[in-house]
């Protein structure tokens, strides 16, 4: 079950680490995240080294749907209520400027890019659609509520976000990545005083970037309760309509759309990892909707999900200062990505942002999801069953869609043989 970018991209290779090394900035993890870091610092001409245990992309950048936009579902409406106006502006720029990054980059990469409005709509709640329209124009934003849209079903409203963009995230990736300073099939082992020990050699860095989609330093930072992970499935049709535009439904679970290369991409039905979820839902909904479509490929993508969905960019935790995560990208990884590699360029140079306090992962905690993150992990640890993760020891559910078992607690994965699919577990050989 690969994602249609995987079949349509080759990357290119970096050898392993073999030796001992020195760098003044160590990068581990080589998703989307870990790799605008490193071209960011090539850029900036900051000494620098990015270790990946497997293959660049291999994680989950490989299963986006690939929206570079700033409409993250409706967010600023509840920004606004929840930080303030200035808040909510800043976190509303620091996505327009990561899509901007994007434009410039994307001129001179062989990516598919396309322009094309973004829609955030609700079915049943035509309030919230105007609420979060009302919200934009007081930030500034051009942003229009619309009654009408080109999809099968009737709307209550929608909220119209211009000049978004879409794109190929391997084909940009690989080519963001040639030239970089990466270590590939090199894995951090642990962290140690002033050192990293990976499968390849001990890195000695005077700065760490952990760009892992979950941190796995449990330590520091609090991230085992910061964070949870969803599951979400996407189907990729072959012989359904245009759709001309991007569109998600403001329901937890609703629906996803974009086209590419004359594919329609559908996803939804997101779940919990280790909640039950399957492709049935969508399918059964094509089969409705675009009864003379074919499934031209199928896969399922996981997500960081953070406690007021907005991302943890910036030091680690206040006791580790050099140490620095970008995390919780909350299902809009593409521009937190760009976004976070921005901010996190400036921070090991020694610049502080304007953005900094917005995503400092040290912000307050006090969020009804807490208390469901809490509470799963109590269920988890006291469920007498075998098989456990390893990252913290919660009792692993079976995932019969995707035959693999999955962590409720955390969301870590595994393969029916006991490899290690998801993190933030580190190492597989002990779930089974």
Known sequence: MD????KTAELPKFPPLDRS?????????????????????????????????????????????AKITAQHGLIYDKLIQKFGLETAKLYLQANLEALEQFRTLCREIDCDFEEQDSFVYSR??????????????RLGFPASFETQLPLPFPIAGAVRFPRQAQFHPLKFLGAAAQGLRIFEHTKALEFLPGKVLTTGGTVFPKKIIVATHFPILNNHGGYFIKLYQQRAYVLALEGAPDVKGMYLDEQAGGLSLRNHQGLLLLGGNSHRTGKPGSWEALEAFAQQNFP????????????????????????YAKSTPNLYVATGFSKWGMTSSMAAAALLTGL????????????????????????????EAVVGLLTPTIPRCPHMGCALKYNAAEHSWDC??????????????????TDGKKCI
């Open 3 to 6: 994602s249609i970018w995987t």
């Open 21 to 65: 090394l020195h760098t003044d900035v160590l990068i581990i993890g080589g998703g989307m995240a870990g790799v605008l870091c490193a071209h960011q610092l090539e850029r900036a001409g900051v000494d620098y080294a990015l270790v990946e245990a497997e293959r660049i992309g291999s994680g989950i950048t490989k299963n986006t749907t």
């Open 124 to 137: 049943n709640h035509r309030h919230r659609i105007e609420g979060e329209a009302a919200a934009l124009n």
């Open 292 to 315: 003379q479509a074919r499934i031209a490929a199928k896969w399922a993508t996981q997500d960081c999900m953070s406690l007021d969905s907005m991302p943890y960019i910036g030091q």
């Open 348 to 375: 090991v140079s020694g610049k502080e942002s304007r953005y900094s306090y917005v995503f400092q992962p040290s912000r307050g905690m006090l969020c009804p999801q807490l208390a469901v993150n809490g509470w």
């Open 408 to 425: 409720p607690c955390h969301g870590s994965r595994f393969g029916e043989d006991g490899a290690l699919i998801d993190n933030p577990a």
